[in-house]
Nanobody, 120 residues
Framework: QVRVVESGGGLVQAGGSLRLSCVAS????????MGWFRQAPGKEREFVSS???????TLYADSVKGRFTISRDSEKTHYLQLDSLKPDDTAVYYCAAGSFSTNSGDYKYWGQGTQVTVSS
């Protein structure tokens, strides 16, 4: 059974940092990109970042570029470092595995999400 599990969310003040982790299991992910999406209350799910299977190619949403950093230390584990957090970053963050893309429809496996709340 394929599982994708996020961790590391929490409550932080504006300007603070968090590190999200994502661990996938149940199949090989060596050819999969790993990405992050987020969904704030009343808003649609949006792309945040993605890292390709080669651990080199990355994508970032303009809203997080320069503040968030994605990394991957194995085919099944990757991280999203969130720095200089803003209240607008408050959302449920979802980890996903799929094709290297900014489109949520290109990701096949999804986690349940982890809440990130940034207070002003």
């Amino acid at each position: 059974q394929v599982r994708v599990v996020e961790s590391g969310g929490g409550l932080v003040q504006a300007g603070g940092s968090l590190r999200l982790s994502c661990v996938a299991s149940g199949r090989t992910f060596s050819n999969y990109a790993m990405g992050w999406f987020r969904q704030a209350p009343g808003k649609e799910r949006e792309f945040v970042s993605s890292i390709n299977w080669n651990r080199i190619d990355t994508l970032y949403a303009d809203s997080v570029k320069g503040r968030f950093t994605i990394s991957r230390d194995s085919e099944k584990t990757h991280y999203l470092q969130l720095d200089s957090l803003k209240p607008d970053d408050t959302a449920v963050y979802y980890c996903a595995a799929g094709s290297f893309s900014t489109n949520s429809g290109d990701y096949k496996y999804w986690g349940q999400g982890t809440q990130v709340t940034v207070s002003s």
